[in-house]
């Protein structure tokens, strides 16, 4: 399996912000931020009115496909894998450790069982 917090090395080295991101069923929401720190790449993702307003964060091997042109990120992920994913806090960002850690566990058996 590819590193979970790395972009594929297809994917464009830009910020990503006010992307629209697809899920493997469909519209999950647009990006609100992304980093591409070493090894803790990811995305916030504002998922809308579609889970009441919940932001969650996509680590950034979970993204296949960038299309610039139509500013769309595509994930290897289904809208529930996403739904059901650890809550994303704020106040205390995605990289601190312990929220980390969760997400690298909930992901990293997600992307196992979606290839």
């Keep these: 399996m590819m590193e979970l917090w ?15 991101v697809e899920a493997r069923d ?3 929401g647009k990006i609100d931020e992304s980093t ?26 979970a993204i296949e496909r960038v299309d610039t042109d139509q500013k769309q990120v ?3 992920m289904t809208k529930d894998q996403i739904k059901n994913s650890p809550e994303y806090d704020p106040d205390k960002g995605w990289p601190n450790e312990r929220h980390r850690g969760e997400l690298t566990d909930y992901y990293g058996n997600e992307m196992r069982r979606a290839s």
């Design 26 to 28: 469909g519209s999950i």
């Design 6 to 20: 790395e972009f594929r090395s297809t994917i464009p080295t830009r910020q990503l912000a006010d992307f629209d």
């Design 36 to 61: 591409q720190e070493v090894g803790s790449a990811a995305a916030v993702v504002d998922t809308g009115p579609w889970i009441f307003g919940r932001k969650v964060v996509i680590p950034a091997g």
């Design 74 to 76: 595509y994930v290897s």
